[in-house]
């Protein structure tokens, strides 16, 4: 069992690219890490007995619209024997944003990231089958993105109804 | 009225397949080929496809196809304010939409810091309107499983067992199965005069029903041939990939969220969790999953009755109560992120808001839906199982495509 700021603390020095910082107006309270850490954090969160986040819950994505230029992705795990919550948000770039695929550490992470990869166009490396998931696979664009315009027609059926 | 020109034009490229097959047909071994299963399909429980890759009647690979019931409630969600997202949760697990208005309400009421002043008897309406909801579901769930493996009469009793449920509700809310009955901070309308009563009666009636359902069903020998050993899901394997509700609980887990997390008012009630038990055959198997659903009905009736007996005692209806007195007229929720979660009959329900404090629409409202997690396990139980014991995974999965697809 731990506390939100033990967490912090074990994770911190596994951050290399950037010291990890917290939002405490989240709920649950989340911990900003650079998106090159992804992978070595949720490794260790999920692995370490003391943590042990053995579900995730959810994976979000966030467009922050084409003025602040950014998108966020929301981990949202949580440790079955403990009862913790964790909240992990991570900045990308908005044009041609990457991240690793945590897929490999919870298969839930699979159809999460196809799913925001469908509706974000957020790119997953190291991601095992990554196709769109929810809509036609020769949509055009990703409709979550805030500056989203549907395409006129799709298959010669007008799409604006 | 008349259209205008020719809509639809045939063009050779709108004959290729939206969603194309993951195997190339031309790179099979001999022995193998791709049976396609649904979209029109009874077995698959509405618009589900799967792409299945045999070697002779073993399969060796299924690959989900879904999105066919998308209908964009992220997009919608974030263009409508708080209060009229509601009928659009209800679309989401459209056989058991109270549950999914009480998680969203209660998803809201806490980014607004009001949750803990909701009226009492508004917590026990909701979670007697959710609780008999959640009996429909499981009904839907035992009665349709039935049916896929060749048991027809059990979904006729259920059917019109869950008939009297869907009666109850619509006397309440007006309608049948959409009800946009739990609102933000308090509910439609009181319950109708005379409801209690017919609610106790209801549970009079069913609880002898379901003995029968169990006889003629969950025990019959054809049943459990059908059904124990096969679709064995792992305790760690579930966790993992994030399955949660019956499907968890019949591989093993003591984990449910009325529990755990004890939201509303259910830590005041008293009820037990169902787990899976490898009764007929190993943990986690089908038959598990199924009889914790059966479970679980008997549970929630004990709710029932636990909420009809606070209901017409300590928090009877009195003339002067407003069950949309604590309604808020605007809803501006302060800037934050927040990551909720309800059990309904599926599994978590999860809504991750993100309010930016200037507006009364969410920036972001993401459904974690339990039906779509639940079914991203199937590929990785169904290798090197007969196409028969397909039919019945998918089934006990007890997947609803509009929460699926969204």
């Not at chain 2, 997009?75 to 459209?94: G, S, T, W």
């Not at chain 2, 003995?211 to 124990?228: G, W």
């Not at chain 2, 199924?290 to 909420?307: G, K, M, N, P």
Request: glycine letters at 6%.
């Amino acid at each position: 069992m731990s506390t939100f700021d033990q967490i912090v603390s074990m994770v911190e020095d596994t951050c290399s690219h950037a010291a990890p910082t917290v939002d405490k107006s989240a709920s649950p309270h989340a911990l900003i890490i650079a998106k090159e850490d992804v992978v070595v954090v949720c490794r260790i969160l999920q692995e370490n007995p003391l943590l042990y986040f053995d579900m995730l819950s959810s994976v979000t994505g966030i467009d922050n619209g084409p003025e602040s230029g950014t998108m966020e992705i929301a981990y949202n795990l949580y440790s079955i024997p403990f009862d913790v919550h964790l909240m992990i948000k991570i900045a990308l770039p908005r044009d041609n944003p990457q991240i690793d695929s945590v897929s490999g550490i919870w298969k839930t992470a699979n159809w999460h990231e196809r799913e925001i990869f469908d509706l974000y166009g957020i790119h997953f490396v190291n991601h095992p089958d990554l196709r769109r998931i929810l809509l036609p696979a020769d949509w055009e664009g990703h409709p979550l993105r805030k500056d989203y315009s549907h395409q006129e027609y799709y298959r010669d059926i007008k799409v604006k109804y | 009225m008349p259209t205008d020109g020719v809509q639809y034009k045939s063009r050779p490229g709108n004959l290729t397949s939206s969603a194309p097959n993951k195997f190339n047909p031309d790179k099979l071994r001999s022995e193998e080929m791709i049976i396609n299963l649904g979209p029109q399909h009874p077995s698959t429980h509405g618009v589900l496809r799967l792409e299945v890759l045999l070697d002779g009647e073993i399969v060796k690979e299924v690959v989900p196809h879904i999105g066919y019931l998308h209908r964009c409630f992220e997009k919608h969600a974030e263009n409508l304010p708080y209060n009229q997202v509601i009928p659009f949760v209800d679309r989401l697990d459209y056989v058991a939409s109270m549950n999914c208005e009480h998680a969203y309400a209660l998803g809201v009421e806490r980014m607004l810091g009001i949750q803990d002043q909701i009226p009492k008897r508004v917590e026990f309406i909701r979670v007697l309107v959710a609780e008999l909801n959640r009996i429909a579901s499981h009904f839907i769930a035992i009665g349709t499983y039935g049916m896929d493996i060749g048991a027809f009469t059990p979904f006729f009793w259920v059917m019109r067992d869950r008939e009297h449920i869907l009666r109850l509700l619509e006397w309440a809310s007006g309608a049948r199965l959409l009800y946009n009955y739990i609102w933000i901070g308090g509910l439609f309308y009181d319950l109708p005069v005379g409801f209690e009563e017919r609610c106790r009666e209801f549970v009079k009636y069913i609880r002898p029903k379901l003995q029968e359902l169990e006889t003629i069903l969950i025990e019959s020998k054809i049943f459990i041939e059908r059904t124990a050993n096969v679709g064995v899901l792992p305790l760690d394997l579930a966790i993992n990939c994030g399955v949660t509700g019956p499907m968890l609980r019949g591989s093993g887990l003591n984990f449910d969220l009325r529990k755990v997390d004890g939201y509303s008012i259910y830590p005041e009630l008293e009820f037990e969790i169902p787990i899976g038990e490898g009764k007929m055959g190993a943990v986690g198997d089908c038959w598990d999953r199924t009889y914790v659903r059966y479970l679980e009905i008997h549970q929630s009736l004990r709710i029932v009755e636990q909420c009809i007996d606070q209901l017409t005692g300590e928090h009877k209806r009195t003339r002067d109560f407003d069950p949309q007195e604590l309604v808020p007229k605007k809803i501006r929720p302060a800037a934050q992120d927040l990551y909720v979660r309800a059990e309904i009959p599926k599994g978590e329900l999860g809504f991750f808001f993100r309010a930016d404090g200037k507006s009364d629409i969410p920036f972001r409202c993401k459904c974690r839906s339990c039906s779509f997690v639940n079914l991203s396990v199937l590929p990785e139980i169904s290798k090197g199982i007969l196409v028969a014991d397909l039919i019945a995974i998918i089934g006990s999965i007890d997947v609803v495509m509009g929460e699926v697809d969204r």
